[in-house]
Every structure is written in C-alpha cells, then in structure tokens.
C-alpha cells in the first residue's frame, strides 16, 4: 500500500493541526492504521492507532486527551488531529499500515510507511 502523509506545518504552542494521511493499492478498510514520529535526534515512537472498524483506539500517554486518530474508509484517508500542541510535539510524523485490522502499538505491527509530515510547534 502506498501513503502520502500532508497537513504538517509551523504552529504555535496551544495551536491546532491536523493530519491526513491517504492510502492507495490496498483495500484500506481491512487494515489498521497508525501514526508514529520521530523528533530531532530521537529514535521514532508510537502515537496513535486505529483499528479497522474504528474501535479501539490506543494513544501514547503524551498524546492523551490532545491528539484524535480517526479514519474514513470510504475516502481511504486516516487523520490525526492535534490541539493543544507543546514544543515537545516537535517532530516529522509517519502514517503507517497494519498487518491486521487490530490496532497495534509496536513498529512491527505495520508494514507501510509513508514519507512523513514535518510539525514544528514554537514557544
């Protein structure tokens, strides 16, 4: 499956974005998705995931109560949207595709990666 991530961008702490990420050559509703980033000089982590049918969800505990996963499969496209946005958040995001249609939290769970959104967010 081939993903092209887009909405990155610069923002201010507090400020909001949000990503999207469309995927294509693979029935994307049989799949779970995910996002991971990677700051500057950091490995990459695990954000967020959603299971095929939407449910459930999983969310790194920085991410909590800030950051939504969701998808819409009859657009073949996943979002993240992001408020509340620190400096910390600073990173190039990645969407991925999953083996499965459960939704996993490890890099090993997906087998699909697009090229990455950069989220700089300022102080």
């Known amino acids: 499956v081939q993903l092209q991530a887009s909405g990155g961008g610069l923002v201010q702490a507090g400020g909001s974005l949000r990503l999207s990420c469309v995927a294509s050559g693979r029935t994307f509703s049989s799949n779970s998705m995910g996002w991971f980033r990677q700051a500057p000089g950091k490995e990459r982590e695990f954000v967020a995931s959603?299971?095929?049918?939407?449910?459930?969800?999983f969310y790194t505990d920085s991410v909590k109560g800030r950051f939504t996963i969701s998808r819409d499969n009859a657009k073949n496209t996943l979002y993240l949207q992001m408020n509340m946005l620190k400096p910390e958040d600073t990173a190039v995001y990645y969407c991925?595709?999953?083996?499965?249609?459960?939704?996993?939290?490890?890099?090993?769970?997906?087998?699909?990666w697009g090229q990455g959104t950069l989220v700089t967010v300022s102080s």
């Open positions: 959603i299971s095929r049918n939407n449910d459930p969800t």
């Open positions: 991925a595709a999953g083996l499965t249609g459960w939704a996993g939290i490890r890099e090993s769970a997906f087998d699909s």
